[in-house]
């Protein structure tokens, strides 16, 4: 059985931080990209960062130089870590696991996090 379980969302102030983190089991973790992806009220879900099966990262334009994104091989666990927070950065944020581009992959429940001005 497949599982990903993302933790550490919460409220923050504009300006500060969290970090997310997403524990996986039931995939042989490291051949997976890692990815996280946020959904606003009433928008559509939204890619916001990846840690490739290659061990390159990919980050949205909109969080470049504010978010990184990295992943432990060993712990099966994939992290958000989000700097300079703004209310925009407000919604759910999941955790995705997938084999490739191709395929969707695998989803977590999602982890709130909302950043009030």
């Known amino acids: 059985q497949v599982q990903l379980v993302e933790s550490g969302g919460g409220l923050v102030q504009a300006g500060g931080s969290l970090r997310l983190s997403c524990r996986v089991s039931g995939i042989i973790f490291r051949n997976n990209d890692m990815g996280w992806y946020r959904q606003a009220p009433g928008k559509q879900r939204e890619f916001i960062a990846r840690a490739t099966s290659g061990g390159g990262t990919n980050l949205a334009d909109s969080v470049k130089g504010r978010f990184t994104v990295s992943r432990d091989n060993a712990k099966n666990m994939v992290y958000l870590q989000m700097n300079n927070l703004k209310p925009e950065d407000t919604g759910v944020y999941y955790c995705?696991?997938?084999?490739?581009?191709?395929?969707?992959?695998?989803w977590g429940q999602g982890t709130q996090v909302t950043v009030s001005s």
């Open positions: 995705n696991a997938r084999l490739n581009a191709y395929v969707e992959g695998y």
